[in-house]
């Protein structure tokens, strides 16, 4: 047989492409790897949320064996597991966190520190298939905190700075990430300490809570981000515990406290500068978590992503659950 043959560059991944022509005239592609093939795009569309009806509270959560998706009901403590991938399976990761769900594309989006670097992480699409990174954070840094806002942008936390980034559903994503991804843009500092629990955007401002239990609220419409400690009132109720996990749901603001102590919801004044903390329920007790939910948009888009295209598709497809369990209430 005759073929044809054309060497072409992959995200420096070197493939030979045979095109092999049939006598029925169809034919069929052969790739040979010829350097490092380690990073490859993901080929498969990665199922989204269904955020038209979705208002669930959901939490990542890391164990020794497992990165899982739960979901719970604050009033009864019952929570379910939607799927887990074996943490052997990704050596090269070392934490999950700081994890949202992007209303342009409604797929769940979550920081991953790296095994192999200091401090350094990457920003990577993750669901029941597993990871696609498409983005790193700033060199050494990487964060435990962060969210979608209504446009789709992702905002992250750590002691370092606040970081921004747009466009992140029409990225590629990558089984491995490869050298030249691009890099979440710190946009200002930050006053909170290394450690501090999960964030939320809510009309133009990040609302998080330091590991010490004060809330710290930015002014993102602010063109010098002007950031304050907002003042409980009246007396918080929450105390000095870390709040891993927070929800933005129907316009509503929600922290989970780690030890299991309780789910409240904040109502921040931001002319007044003070927060009312109100207990609505149970938590789960879980160190290593983070929350996300569907932030409301309007939209009723419940596309499905492809990791190595930009355009979408209109099928859409509800977590399933596999394991229930309940939690005692506190």
């Known amino acids: 047989l005759k073929g044809f043959f054309r060497p072409f560059e992959l995200k420096h991944t070197f493939v030979l492409v045979a095109m092999v022509p ?45 990165y899982e998706l739960h979901s719970w009901d604050w009033q009864s403590g019952s929570h379910t597991i939607h799927w887990s991938l074996k943490v052997g399976d ?19 989006y979550c920081t991953v520190r790296d095994k192999n670097t200091t401090g350094s992480g990457h920003l990577a699409r993750i669901n029941k298939d597993g990871f696609a990174f498409v983005a790193r954070t700033p060199r050494g840094n990487w964060s435990t905190c962060g969210s979608f806002d209504e ?45 501090s629990g999960d964030n939320v955007v809510w009309r133009d401002h990040l609302i998080t809570i330091d590991k010490d239990g004060t809330v710290i609220i ?34 509503r603001i929600y922290f989970s406290e780690n030890k299991g102590t309780g789910v409240y919801q904040i109502e921040p004044d931001f002319q007044a500068r003070t927060f009312i903390g109100t207990r609505v329920g149970a ?45 005692s209430t506190t």
């Open 151 to 195: 446009t789709g942008r992702y905002w992250a936390v750590s002691a370092q700075g606040i970081w921004m980034l747009s466009g992140s559903h029409g990225l590629i994503g990558w089984t491995e990430p490869p050298p030249d991804l691009p890099e979440l843009v710190v946009v200002g500092t930050t006053s909170l300490q290394h450690g």
């Open 283 to 327: 938590s789960l007790d879980a160190s290593k978590n983070d929350g996300l939910s569907c932030v409301s948009t309007g939209k009723t888009t419940t596309s499905s992503t492809s990791s190595t295209v930009t355009s979408t598709t209109t099928s859409s497809v509800t977590l399933s659950t596999t394991t229930s369990v309940t939690l």
């Open 22 to 66: 049939l006598a029925s005239r169809a034919g069929f592609v052969v790739a040979v790897c010829l350097g490092a093939c380690a990073a490859q795009p993901v080929e498969k569309s990665m199922i989204p949320f269904d955020c038209a009806t979705d208002t669930l509270p959901y939490q990542l959560i890391t164990t020794d064996s497992a």
């Open 218 to 251: 930015t002014d993102l419409s602010d063109e010098n981000l002007e950031k304050w400690a907002a003042t409980p009132s009246p007396a918080d109720p929450m105390g000095p515990d870390r709040f891993g996990a927070a929800h933005l749901i129907s316009g």
């Open 90 to 108: 990704y050596p090269i990761i070392n934490e999950v966190n700081a994890c949202g769900i992007n209303p342009e594309d409604n797929m769940a």
